[in-house]
């Protein structure tokens, strides 16, 4: 019997029962959202225990309550207009109130986001706990509301954006990275692996929309398929310089050689934003 003693070998097998997961749920859309959400709290509760370590600060039982409400709070306006939308289904580039609500919604959340985003990174305080909601929430909210809006064919469009970037990042990094890109962040990721990773990255996601799904490319296609890839690279130097200043290696040991869920899913994090607006210039409804 083959034991997992070899750190390549653990990675691999974590990683094939994770992608099989991923896809079966892909394909239906309530066990999708069910398992989204799932991730969703155990990125939240990384996050937060993270918080703790940076602000020596002791967790209570009401503060999760008030992450996760706080988080609901945030998330009740895109759901509702959602769910207006997918009841009446009506085309929301249709105008009248539809068009105006989901949007005014839309900007005014992912504002927000960029908002918190910036305020994690600059501050070191107990409010943290709320910016934070807002980081993870709105991500995977707009995750499971491509799924729902835009179908299974989006998501996998979003998952070979992602993990090509991630694998090429990874392969090109190990075998030409020569210079780091922020030393101080994040010393393993060079130039030569970010190059690299973006290449690859935009390829599948140009063949795949194209071969595969049949969708017509346009010049927004290429722009955005180069944009992706750097929103993805910084949702990863963003999580890096997290635990940075919290003086960890992983968000957790939960996945054992793959490190917290946090660390396999902190390039989403900032994709997921991007690729939403990609779909809705491009793909439209």
Same mark, same amino acid.
């Not at 999708?32 to 600060?57: G, H, K, V």
């Not at 409400?69 to 895109?78: H, M, N």
């Not at 795949?208 to 929103?231: D, H, K, N, V």
């Given at each position: 019997?083959?034991?997992?003693?070899?750190?390549?070998?653990?990675?691999?097998?974590?990683?094939? #029962?994770?992608?099989?997961?991923?896809?079966?749920?892909?394909?239906?859309?309530?066990?999708?959202?069910?398992?989204?959400?799932?991730?969703?709290?155990?990125?939240?509760?990384?996050?937060?225990?993270?918080?703790?370590?940076? !602000?020596?600060?002791?967790?209570?039982?009401?503060?999760? #309550?008030?992450?996760?409400?706080?988080?609901?709070?945030?998330?009740?306006?895109?759901? $509702?207009?959602?769910?207006?939308?997918?009841?009446?289904?009506?085309?929301?580039?249709?105008?009248?109130?539809?068009?105006?609500?989901?949007?005014?919604?839309?900007?005014?959340? $992912?504002?927000?986001?960029?908002?918190?985003?910036?305020?994690?990174?600059?501050?070191?305080?107990?409010?943290?706990?709320?910016?934070?909601?807002?980081?993870?929430?709105?991500?995977?909210?707009?995750?499971?509301?491509?799924?729902?809006?835009?179908?299974?064919?989006?998501?996998?469009?979003?998952?070979?954006?992602?993990?090509?970037?991630?694998?090429?990042?990874?392969?090109?990094?190990?075998?030409?990275?020569?210079?780091?890109?922020?030393?101080?962040?994040?010393?393993?990721?060079?130039?030569?692996?970010?190059?690299?990773?973006?290449?690859?990255?935009?390829?599948?996601?140009?063949?795949?929309?194209?071969?595969?799904?049949?969708?017509?490319?346009?010049?927004?296609? $290429?722009?955005?398929?180069?944009?992706?890839?750097?929103?993805?690279?910084?949702?990863?130097?963003?999580?890096?310089?997290?635990?940075?200043?919290?003086?960890?290696?992983?968000?957790? !040991?939960?996945?054992?050689?793959?490190?917290?869920?946090?660390?396999?899913?902190?390039?989403?994090?900032?994709?997921?934003?991007?690729?939403?607006? $990609?779909?809705?210039?491009?793909?439209?409804?």
């Amino acid at each position: 019997m083959i034991k997992l003693k070899d750190t390549t070998f653990k990675r691999l097998y974590t990683g094939i #029962l994770g992608v099989l997961l991923l896809t079966i749920c892909t394909i239906y859309s309530i066990e999708f959202s069910m398992l989204f959400i799932f991730i969703w709290t155990l990125c939240a509760i990384e996050y937060f225990n993270i918080f703790t370590l940076i !602000n020596d600060y002791t967790w209570k039982a009401f503060d999760t #309550l008030s992450v996760f409400f706080f988080s609901f709070i945030v998330a009740t306006p895109l759901i $509702y207009n959602v769910f207006v939308l997918v009841t009446n289904k009506a085309n929301i580039f249709s105008g009248g109130y539809d068009f105006i609500s989901i949007y005014i919604a839309i900007i005014l959340i $992912y504002l927000l986001w960029f908002f918190s985003v910036y305020k994690i990174s600059k501050d070191n305080n107990k409010i943290g706990i709320f910016y934070g909601s807002v980081y993870i929430a709105v991500p995977f909210l707009s995750i499971i509301l491509i799924r729902w809006i835009f179908g299974w064919e989006a998501i996998l469009l979003l998952f070979i954006g992602v993990w090509s970037m991630d694998i090429f990042s990874y392969t090109s990094g190990m075998r030409f990275g020569r210079h780091p890109v922020a030393p101080t962040i994040s010393p393993k990721k060079s130039w030569e692996g970010l190059i690299g990773g973006a290449i690859g990255s935009i390829i599948c996601f140009i063949l795949f929309q194209s071969l595969i799904l049949g969708i017509e490319i346009t010049w927004l296609s $290429y722009l955005f398929a180069i944009i992706l890839p750097l929103a993805a690279f910084f949702g990863d130097l963003f999580e890096s310089k997290i635990k940075r200043r919290a003086k960890i290696k992983d968000s957790s !040991n939960l996945l054992k050689s793959h490190g917290g869920v946090l660390d396999r899913f902190d390039s989403m994090i900032f994709y997921s934003i991007v690729f939403s607006f $990609y779909l809705v210039l491009v793909w439209k409804i």
